[in-house]
């Protein structure tokens, strides 16, 4: 099974920080990346998917890049609803689509 | 409105069964492979199994194999998750979700809906 590393686990940021998150796959997956934020006593919503692409609705601070091993999420101007835990999730070897372990954003 | 909804969770005690059930609505479920997900309190998300669009191929984490079993019936838009001999690590919420494709490469995409979620717990 593909191994998902993500860095770093926890996050202190400020409001209109510009945030970086990476997702480290143990073996090459072309594009096949989902990014997911998660919000306490909620379920995950999709925020990127094939790496850079834009989930519909998402505001456009967050974006996407990467591809074979080494995938980013950024966020451009950290805003006060974006305080959250972020996922990455790969779908390049089916089944199982794992998920890396999380980055924990809090206010600094 | 495309969405799933999940019911069946509550308390069970070690080596209980409980019957999860997801609820699709708003969409051509019998199109669509199905996903389970769960999270232990406190934890990350771990990927537990999954059912093809027409039920003949299923897959389970090793950690539930031979103890949960994924089904569907697209006559009701259904899916659901027979979990069995429950232990104290199968606490958690569980997530149905809905995996979109990719429409000119037929790769899989991302979880693109997923249900609210139903706690199960195992405590004697």
């Known amino acids: 099974d593909i191994q998902l590393t993500q860095s770093p686990s926890f996050l202190s940021a400020s409001v209109g920080d510009r945030v970086t998150i990476t997702c480290r796959a143990s073996?090459?997956?072309?594009?096949?990346l989902a990014w997911y934020q998660q919000k306490p006593g909620k379920a995950p919503k999709l925020l990127i998917y094939?790496?850079?692409t834009l989930q519909s609705g998402v505001p456009s601070r967050f974006s996407g890049s990467g591809s074979g091993t080494e995938f980013t999420l950024t966020i451009s101007s950290l805003q006060p609803e974006d305080f959250a835990t972020y996922y990455c999730q790969q779908l390049n070897s089916y089944p199982p689509l794992t998920f890396g372990g999380g980055t924990k954003v809090e206010i600094k | 409105e495309v969405q799933l909804v999940e019911s069946g969770g509550g308390l069970v005690q070690p080596g209980g069964s409980l019957r999860l059930s997801c609820a699709a609505s708003?969409?051509?479920?019998?199109?669509?492979?199905m996903h389970w997900v769960r999270q232990a309190p406190g934890k990350g998300l771990e990927y537990v199994s999954a059912?093809?669009?027409?039920?003949?191929?299923?897959y389970y984490a090793n950690s539930v194999k031979g103890r949960f079993t994924i089904s569907r019936d697209n006559s009701k838009n259904t899916l659901y998750l027979q979990m069995g001999s429950l232990r104290a690590e199968d606490m958690a919420v569980y997530y149905c979700a809905r995996l979109t494709y990719d429409i000119l490469t037929g790769y899989p995409d991302a979880f693109d809906i997923w249900g609210q979620g139903t706690m199960v717990t195992v405590s004697s």
């Open positions: 059912i093809s669009s027409n039920g003949g191929s299923t």
């Open positions: 094939a790496a850079s």
């Open positions: 073996q090459g997956i072309s594009s096949y």
């Open positions: 708003g969409f051509t479920f019998s199109s669509y492979a």
